[in-house]
T-cell receptor, first 114, second 114 residues
């Protein structure tokens, strides 16, 4: 079975631009979470979606938004990019939205903002 | 605000040495606790988890962790490390407050010398 997939693998943008990152969960998983991992830090929780509804939000500005589609894939959008948005963006999927279900992580999208 | 502290940022051990990685969290309510591992070039994967019951939990590859509620700690241990345990280890907490928000520590880079 395929694991969590994310696209693109790498992305270079300039300040002020907008970016969309994509995630496909493991087949049968209905929950997707997004994390930002800055070099030298642990993953920071951005959003969780379950059954197309937002179930959790971390301490990120409104420039960050996400959605989940009927096929449970998800997109993370970041507007007005700042240098500090440079990071590895991780997607994790689980069968259900609670922490009793194991999260499976994707390889991440490396975003560089110049 | 919830937080997770991992006190050891870098650990270097020789093979067969014992390992203990510290993890403390700040949250007064009920939590689920996790240790994740990231081997070089691989995705984050779950090592072990604690939900309730026996505070000593066993995970994959001979790892175990002990939950001490009075100390808000969830330390990871392995009696005898192997070169293949070289990886980055992350402690994570999910407060059972309905927010589905996972908090990760900053990680510990373990290097095991053959």
């Amino acid at each position: 079975d395929a694991g969590v997939t994310q696209s693109p693998t790498h992305l270079i943008k300039t300040r002020g631009q907008q970016v969309t990152l994509r995630c496909s969960p493991i087949s049968g998983h209905k929950s997707v979470s997004w994390y930002q991992q800055v070099l030298g830090q642990g993953p920071q929780f951005i959003f969780q979606y379950y059954e197309k509804e937002e179930r959790g939000r971390g301490n990120f500005p409104d420039r960050f938004s996400a959605r989940q589609f009927p096929n449970y894939s998800s997109e993370l959008n970041v507007n007005a990019l700042l240098l500090g948005d440079s990071a590895l963006y991780l997607c994790a999927s689980s069968f259900a939205g609670d922490s009793y279900n194991e999260q499976f992580f994707g390889p991440g999208t490396r975003l560089t903002v110049l | 605000a919830q937080s997770v502290s991992q006190h050891n940022h870098h650990v270097i051990l020789s093979e067969a040495a014992s390992l203990e990685l510290g993890c403390n969290y700040s949250y007064g309510g009920t939590v689920n606790l996790f240790w994740y591992v990231q081997y070089p070039g691989q995705h984050l994967q779950l090592l072990l988890k604690y939900f309730s019951g026996d505070p000593l939990v066993k995970g994959i590859k001979g790892f175990e962790a002990e939950f001490i509620k009075s100390k808000f700690s969830f330390n990871l241990r392995k009696p005898s490390v192997q070169w293949s345990d070289t990886a980055e280890y992350f402690c994570a907490v999910n407060a059972l407050s309905g927010t589905y928000k996972y908090i990760f520590g900053t990680g510990t880079r373990l290097k095991v010398l053959a």
